[in-house]
């Protein structure tokens, strides 16, 4: 069965850092592309960056770029955002998703862990 | 990118059947067949329902059936049951490896 468990999240003051991460399983890590998906308290859902299997292709979307940085580790099996110079509109719950880049879509979810930029 | 539009509300009575739209424009769904359909029950994570505009991902029912015109895509939830009562969001590769979702719809069984 495929698992992904986020953690790291929690409350931290705007212009902070802070790191999340996703434990993988039940699956082969190590052949995905991997992704982070936002959603914003009673909002919509908003793509944030994926990172291909080897970790040679990172994308961003427009609203992180430069603030944050997506990695993997594949032989621990975990995937990571770490965030830094965090604004109020970073608000969100992170999902740790599986991409499937060929396809362009999400087949499996974290159950998300919520980050709280506020002073 | 914009967000894809998708109606705030739909709603039927069960066994019946609702369609959501979802129109973005030719850079996003009307230029590419990697539109993707994501189910999410409140507090809960999404599930993907459809994805490549109308295949289904093992497990889902074929009661959710989807389809693609121009730049607005579709998803239908036919014979509808009281477990579909959920919000659903399209979601469309926008080229240069970004992607774009769509506002949401909340979908209620009377």
């Known amino acids: 069965e495929v698992q992904l468990v986020e953690s790291g999240g929690g409350l931290v003051k705007p212009g902070g850092s802070l790191r999340l991460s996703c434990a993988a399983s039940?699956?082969?890590?190590?052949?995905?592309?991997m992704s982070w998906v936002r959603q914003a308290p009673g909002k919509g859902l908003e793509w944030v960056s994926s990172?291909?299997?080897?970790?040679?292709?990172?994308y961003y979307a427009d609203s992180v770029k430069g603030r944050f940085t997506i990695s993997r580790d594949n032989a621990k099996n975990s995937l990571y955002l770490q965030m830094n110079s965090l604004r109020a509109e970073d608000t969100a719950v992170y999902y740790c998703?599986?991409?499937?880049?060929?396809?362009?879509?999400?087949?499996?979810w974290g159950q998300g862990t919520l980050v709280t930029v506020s002073s | 990118q914009s967000a894809l539009t998708q109606p705030p509300s739909a709603s039927g009575s069960p066994g019946q059947s609702v369609t959501i739209s979802c129109t973005g424009t030719?850079?996003?769904?009307?230029?590419?067949?990697?539109v993707s359909w994501y189910q999410q029950h409140p507090g809960k994570a999404p599930k993907l329902m459809i994805y490549?505009?109308?295949k289904w991902p093992s497990g889902v029912p074929d009661r959710f059936s989807g389809s693609k015109s121009g730049n607005t895509a579709s998803l239908t939830v036919s014979g509808l049951q009281a477990e579909d009562e959920a919000d659903y969001y399209c979601?469309?590769?926008?080229?240069?490896?970004?992607?774009?979702f769509g506002t949401g719809t909340k979908v209620t069984v009377l």
């Open positions: 998703v599986r991409d499937r880049f060929q396809g362009h879509y999400f087949d499996y």
């Open positions: 039940g699956f082969t890590f190590s052949s995905y592309t």
């Open positions: 990172i291909s299997s080897s970790s040679n292709y990172i």
């Open positions: 030719s850079s996003d769904v009307g230029g590419y067949n990697y």
């Open positions: 490549e505009v109308s």
């Open positions: 979601s469309s590769y926008a080229g240069n490896n970004n992607y774009v």
